[in-house]
């Protein structure tokens, strides 16, 4: 079964920094898109950043100038470095990959920004 770990989460002060890993196992043949969403209290999900194979990235909005997603192939694993972090930032952060067609998730680590 394809698996994502999400580690990294925790608390940190507004204006901080904290970088997010993702892990992902259990397939065979290579990920089209890799990203991170995020879901906060009472809110819908949003898309955070995505990677494609061939390292173009998208943001939102919000996050453009803050964030940067990088993904490293050889070890199946996503990244999102994230700087100047404000409380509304607080959430429970989401792995997504795109593997035949199909979206496969993490279970979430959550990032608290609060001083």
């Known amino acids: 079964q394809v698996q994502l770990v999400e580690s990294g989460g925790g608390l940190v002060q507004p204006g901080g920094s904290l970088r997010l890993s993702c892990a992902a196992s259990?397939?065979?043949?290579?990920?089209?898109?890799m990203g991170w969403y995020r879901q906060a209290p009472g809110k819908e999900r949003e898309l955070v950043a995505t990677?494609?194979?061939?390292?173009?990235?998208n943001y939102a909005d919000s996050m453009k100038g803050r964030f940067t997603i990088s993904r490293d192939n050889a070890k199946t694993t996503v990244y999102l470095y994230m700087n100047s972090l404000k409380p509304e930032d607080t959430a429970v952060y989401y792995c997504r990959v795109t593997l035949r067609g199909m979206y496969y998730w993490g279970k979430g680590t959550l990032v608290t920004v609060s001083s």
């Open positions: 259990g397939f065979t043949g290579s990920i089209a898109t």
């Open positions: 990677i494609t194979s061939t390292r173009d990235t």
